[in-house]
């Protein structure tokens, strides 16, 4: 039968296949090179560092002098490069502090063939602390670390194995272990702490190496140094922060509930700004001369290096979902189809729609797996379609490609277009290749096309996910198709 083979089929994929895929992904980032921004862009001189780790990796690094004698190490997160640490830099950088910002191993320009979440990532911060240490113009006792997600991990983690780092700051760490991880109430919540589980072993495969200490038991050794928390949303994030902060008494804690991960920067850039350059102000030891307000960054100079990056387009924010929502709302299509399309069936022909020929077998599960490829193909298709037709996007401006993160081809629009073709767009899959099939099978009684429609229903869940997102964007904005995320970034009117 054809609806227990696609539940045990989306039940490996999503249960055992994902997890395994993300793991391996994690051990082996995209690289993503540096290569249309420097420091010059900023208005500021700077230095081409190449460190040494321990285990003999090369960190390719950026130093920018200090003029207060205190300097801050940041650290970006996972599968990103030194820029995504760009803001903290300006604002720091206007402050007097020195900058050392690298690219994590394994990731941008620096060495290593694998990333891992264990002692190897906190000997690379170890590496850059004892670089900064030898620095002439920098005070030993002025020396601070800023990371991002799990470069908010390593930071923590270095900080509790040297006492030359003075000063921590951490937005949005990345949980050590499970222990960090606060037990959930709700039953999605336990589901989704045992594929985190799953997923963590598989990671340590990967990557050969061992855990860290849980967060928890780091932050009791840094007792006599300032730790600054930033945490964004209302949910794990912010819970796991707060309960670092407890650890604590000498901790501050900052939550963004409005921002989404290592976002919050990009919701409050003022209030980030002037918090964490006033948390570096009291807690390193620097000579306070004289601060200088830098110039703009040159636009010419970032049009001309890059005329295809999709940043180059402001935006006011970003509509989007995680992909554990889009996931688990695809899971949701499932008891849709069978209400829409199934029983619907069974009462009109008082039989329930499968085909004896897909009975529960080799052959059977590999024929579904060949109908849901091609049929993928065909949904991204008819999203180019709408990005064409009620977009008015030029075929030219709309990149096909295959995504080996989410294991599944795409139509990807590189033009803005308003709301209403964009949620059109997103909409024309679900309901060309779900619902229209859906309702002729019923009434014509042709079971193969309920079932097809089913799966069709399912793979949309993630476009529902879209349109869920967009929901309160004005239909008459304008909107960019995001590269990465579930959703879209919005333009300023």
């Known amino acids: 039968m054809f609806l227990p083979e696609l539940l045990v089929f989306l039940l490996i994929m999503y249960f055992g296949i994902r997890p395994l895929y993300a793991a391996f992904l994690f051990a082996r980032p995209p ?103 030898k620095r002439p113009e920098i005070n030993p006792a002025g020396i601070g670390v800023m990371g991002v997600s799990v470069g908010g991990l390593f930071a923590l983690q270095a900080a509790a194995q040297t006492v030359a780092i003075r000063a921590v700051a951490v937005d949005g760490p990345s949980p050590a272990t499970l222990d960090d991880v606060p037990f959930p109430d709700t039953l999605l919540g336990r589901l989704n702490l045992w594929q985190e589980r799953y997923f963590r072993r598989a990671m340590q495969w990967f990557g050969s190496h061992e855990p860290l200490p849980p967060n928890r038991e780091i932050v009791a050794k840094l007792t006599d140094r300032p730790l600054l928390l930033i945490a964004t949303g209302d949910g794990m994030e912010a819970a796991m922060a707060q309960r670092l902060a407890d650890e604590l008494a000498s901790a501050v804690f900052w939550q963004i509930p409005e921002a989404r991960h290592a976002q919050g920067w990009h919701e409050r850039p003022d209030e980030y700004n002037h918090r964490l350059v006033s948390f570096f102000d009291g807690a390193l030891a620097r000579d306070d001369k004289a601060r200088i307000s830098l110039p703009p960054l040159p636009e010419e100079a970032v049009e001309e290096e890059t005329p295809e990056v999709e940043t180059a387009v402001p935006i006011a924010y970003e509509a989007t979902v995680s992909m554990l929502w889009a996931n688990l709302m695809a899971f949701l299509m499932i008891p849709l189809a069978f209400v829409l399309f199934w029983l619907p069936f069974h009462w009109v022909w008082q039989a329930w729609p499968f085909i004896s020929f897909l009975a529960p077998s080799i052959y059977g599960v590999f024929l579904v797996l060949f109908v849901f490829i091609f049929s993928t193909v065909i949904h991204e298709l008819l999203h180019a379609v709408g990005f064409r037709v009620a977009g008015g996007i030029p075929l030219s401006r709309i990149k096909f490609g295959f995504s080996w993160k989410g294991m599944a081809p795409f139509a990807h629009c590189r033009e803005p277009l308003r709301t209403s073709a964009y949620r059109l767009s997103v909409l024309l899959p679900g309901l060309v290749l779900g619902i229209l099939p859906g309702f002729f099978g019923v009434a014509l009684r042709l079971p193969l096309l309920v079932m097809w429609a089913s799966l069709m229903l399912v793979a949309a869940g993630g476009d529902v996910a879209v349109l869920w997102a967009v929901r309160k964007v004005p239909r008459t904005a304008y909107v960019l198709d995001h590269p990465e995320k579930v959703g879209c970034q919005v333009l300023p009117e």
């Open 31 to 133: 690289r993503l090179r540096v290569s249309y921004f420097t420091p010059t862009n900023l208005g500021v001189t700077y230095e081409d560092v190449t460190l040494t780790s321990q285990d003999g990796v090369k960190l390719s690094a950026w130093y920018i002098p200090s003029r207060n004698k205190a300097a801050v190490i940041l650290l970006h997160g996972h599968s990103g490069n030194r820029l995504g640490v760009v803001h903290h830099a300006e604002a720091l950088i206007q402050a007097g502090y020195g900058i050392l910002m690298f690219d994590l191993r394994a990731h941008g320009s620096s060495g290593g063939r694998r990333f891992v979440r264990g002692q190897a990532g906190v000997d690379d911060v170890l590496t850059t602390v004892s670089y900064l240490s």
